[in-house]
């Protein structure tokens, strides 16, 4: 009772902290109703759990979405007379229509883009980790953080409420290139559905910016005693490069959004010039849609490392924790986030080499972009040498972490490839490129993802989820990125164009009808797999095995000195000290040293 | 009470911090847009624009309510609540005085028959009213946090003297004068 009472005090004391110039009538704040609760909360812990649940959700929308466009992809020649039942006008005849293939492309890149792999992944993670690990109550302000998510949620609606649209949702690729957006009469696709996308990338990004001010100003500035920025996990410095890079990327492409709305709505022409659409010539004179290319990918190419950091962070830590032995090279691994990081802004034209860029201007950007090979192999050799001769415990969460490195690995490489502008002169467009980054970016985020679920679950729930059901998960998920993606390299390397309906109409590419109707099984039973890691995850939020120890993986950062299900404060009592960094695994003979307990005299330096 | 201040000894307050880090977000921003003009200037058909006669005037009171804002600040820290309130709303006055002077820059370009937005408009022109505009509602932000911080001083029943709030809003407001300062200057000589 009496460290209940010590902890709603410290609950308190944090209320009045944090908003000091409110009434200061939050001493009660302990007696939380359901809507505070579970809706509209303040706790950081609640708010990564409704991120992490929303992003699912997204998941399985767009997981079904790719679902959907292989049956058209592996099986052109079939009609499937259920699309029909379901979908109407889209699948006339039981045969995907190309408004709708196009609807289901841009809105499985979108969705999983941002709604999962920003969102579901950053939001969750960041928000879950950061007061956690860095010994804080809360973030900087509990409140902003709330609306960080509700943000998101309004998105979330709108994004959803488009796909019922009567024009179908926006259907030009997920990097909406005018002048095919910016004109309704272009296609179904540009017309309400372009404007829903608009809004709702807005209000996403004004979501991702409330969530980002809050990390970067809780790491700096709510780190407890001793916890200096050198002793901070490495999950910390991976999701606050996120967030810089999330708050100084997103703004740009909501200028270009804002641009492009201007566009649409109002009958400027920053983007448009002399275009001809169905025999009616538009007046728009002096636009340029390359403009929109380079605001476009200045946020694009951050983007894919705002997606991948928190993975590479969260990967470090897992892998450290079940190999039973310190991060190889801590300071290599926080300089090549750092490098990573600085380079992301220089790289963007690598995405428009084939638009009439400058070559001479493209060789800058193809030497920045090989640069980017330096620090993904420091970070590839230290995961490795850490891994090396270690102690393997192969949980759920160290399988998928080992998996995340392995489509690392496979997808860096391949990027090699494509930043080069003379080769991306015929392998752009083509599914080389969609193999790779679906592998280094898509499913290597997407496992950095899992292997965080498995590996804090624990933390987020007070139990297990089922390690049978995560074995299959994770052997599937695995098999399956390969088969599905490695086959499309060498229909890339044949020039097989992306984005394209229905292929079978070239002889050239029906040598791979085999391969693709092959590719589009395995893709159901991968979605079908995902499914079934959804269910182990409810299934155990209620029913798993209980976590009886404070400390279960014997790891040494902080969350796990935090009671089994901590209450909002995080901790009874003092926040800890701390004395250490977190990696003080097998050292002077112990198995771990948490991070909490002082330096004694006798113990060797590290 | 004590322990929590005793971590923050020393350190810039959160709310500060992150005020700094939302300004470079919105530096981003407009660095993206002014950088997209540059590169439509350099290309064909480019109008050069008019800067309306009422943006030198509004930059003048926009400077003004700079000083009003500090003078705010000041009085919050001597903790001279009336005075807090009155160069508060001072403030939110000139922010509001501000944004009928940009309104009526726009107007008058259209007397002059030059197009903003629609047939015949120049993407100079529109980029004009895109850029400026955006900066007025980060101003229209400004002015409704004044007000409501203000508003709070009259209502609240506990008397709170933290002049954090003041020093967060300010900061805001000086960066929204820089900004359009930074943005008026680059208008004139990107024309």
Do not use: C
Request: glycine fraction near 8%.
């Amino acid at each position: 009772m009496s460290t209940e009472i010590t902890q709603h005090s410290h609950a308190a004391t944090l209320q009045t902290e944090s908003h000091g110039h409110h009434e200061g009538d939050h001493g009660h704040h302990h007696e939380e109703s359901f809507i505070s609760k579970y809706v509209f909360s303040q706790d950081h812990k609640m708010i990564a759990k409704q991120f992490l649940i929303t992003g699912m959700i997204w998941g399985v929308i767009g997981g079904l979405f790719s679902v959907l466009f292989r049956l058209q992809l592996g099986y052109p020649d079939m009609t499937f007379p259920i699309l029909e039942d379901m979908f109407g006008k889209w699948a006339a005849g039981g045969r995907i229509s190309n408004e709708f293939y196009y609807a289901l492309v841009t809105m499985h890149g979108t969705i999983l883009v941002f709604f999962v792999l920003t969102a579901g992944l950053s939001g969750t993670f960041a928000n879950f980790l950061i007061p956690l690990q860095v010994g804080a109550r809360d973030m900087a302000s509990p409140f902003l953080n709330m609306l960080s998510y509700w943000f998101f949620f309004l998105a979330s609606v709108i994004m959803f409420a488009s796909l019922f649209l009567q024009t179908g949702p926006a259907s030009g690729g997920w990097t909406i290139y005018p002048p095919l957006s910016a004109l309704g009469q272009a296609s179904e696709g540009s017309k309400l559905g372009m404007d829903f996308w608009l809004v709702s990338m807005a209000m996403f990004i004004v979501s991702s910016l409330l969530g980002g001010l809050n990390y970067i100003t809780t790491i700096l500035n709510m780190r407890t005693k001793g916890m200096s920025m050198t002793r901070m996990p490495l999950t910390i410095w991976a999701i606050f490069f996120t967030a810089v890079l999330g708050v100084l990327s997103f703004p740009v492409l909501l200028s270009g959004a804002i641009l492009l709305l201007f566009d649409r709505n109002l009958g400027t022409s920053f983007y448009l010039s002399e275009i001809v659409v169905k025999g009616e010539i538009l007046p728009n004179e002096g636009g340029s849609a390359i403009l929109f290319q380079h605001l476009f990918w200045f946020l694009g190419h951050p983007e894919v490392y705002i997606i991948l950091m928190p993975a590479l962070g969260m990967v470090s830590e897992i892998l450290s924790v079940n190999s039973r032995k310190p991060i190889f090279g801590y300071l290599a691994m926080v300089g090549s986030l750092f490098a990573i990081a600085i380079l992301a802004f220089l790289v963007w034209a690598h995405h428009m080499f084939v638009t009439g860029l400058n070559p001479f201007l493209g060789a800058f950007f193809v030497l920045l972009t090989l640069l980017i090979a330096v620090p993904s192999a420091i970070k590839v050799f230290n995961w490795l040498t850490t891994i090396w001769r270690g102690n393997l415990r192969f949980t759920p969460a160290m399988l998928f972490a080992m998996g995340f490195v392995s489509l690392f690995i496979s997808g860096g490489l391949t990027g090699i490839f494509l930043g080069n502008s003379t080769l991306d002169i015929h392998l752009h467009d083509t599914y080389f490129v969609v193999a790779h980054f679906h592998i280094v970016m898509g499913v290597a985020s997407m496992f950095g993802m899992f292997a965080g679920v498995y590996h804090w679950y624990p933390k987020m729930y007070g139990r297990y989820m089922n390690n049978t059901l995560a074995y299959i998960h994770f052997w599937v998920s695995l098999a399956g990125a390969y088969l599905i993606f490695w086959p499309m390299h060498y229909f890339g390397l044949a020039g097989m164009p992306r984005r394209y309906t229905d292929w079978s109409n070239w002889q050239s590419f029906n040598m791979f009808a085999d391969a693709n109707r092959a590719i589009s099984t395995v893709a159901m039973v991968v979605f079908a797999v995902q499914l079934l890691f959804i269910f182990n995850f409810f299934y155990s939020i209620w029913k798993g095995r209980k976590v009886t120890t404070q400390n279960p993986w014997g790891a040494n950062t902080l969350e796990w000195t935090a009671p089994i299900r901590p209450g909002h404060g995080n901790w009874p009592g003092d926040i800890p000290e701390v004395h250490r960094w977190a990696y003080d695994y097998g050292k002077d003979g112990r198995e771990f040293i948490p991070q909490t307990e002082a330096v004694s005299d006798s113990e060797s330096k590290h | 009470m004590t322990e929590t201040v005793n971590i923050q000894r020393g350190r810039i307050h959160p709310y500060k911090f992150t005020m700094w880090v939302a300004i470079g977000s919105i530096i981003m921003m407009f660095a993206g847009l002014t950088s997209a003009y540059i590169v439509k200037r350099s290309q064909a058909g480019w109008v050069m624009i008019d800067i309306p006669l009422a943006f030198w005037f509004s930059t003048v009171v926009i400077l003004a309510s700079s000083v009003t804002v500090h003078l705010a600040v000041r009085a919050s820290r001597e903790r001279d609540m009336p005075g807090y309130r009155k160069w508060m709303v001072a403030t939110a006055v000139l922010g509001t005085v501000f944004l009928i002077l940009q309104t009526k820059g726009f107007m008058d370009l259209r007397a002059q028959d030059i197009r903003l937005v629609g047939a015949g408009s120049n993407a100079s022109h529109s980029f004009l009213l895109a850029i400026a505009g955006l900066h007025g509602l980060h101003v229209l932000g400004g002015v409704a946090a004044l007000l409501v911080i203000a508003w709070r001083v009259v209502r609240s029943r506990t008397r709170t003297y933290s002049s954090v709030p003041a020093e967060v809003i300010s900061t805001y407001w000086h960066f929204v004068d820089v900004l359009w300062i930074y943005l008026i200057l680059f208008f004139n000589w990107m024309r």
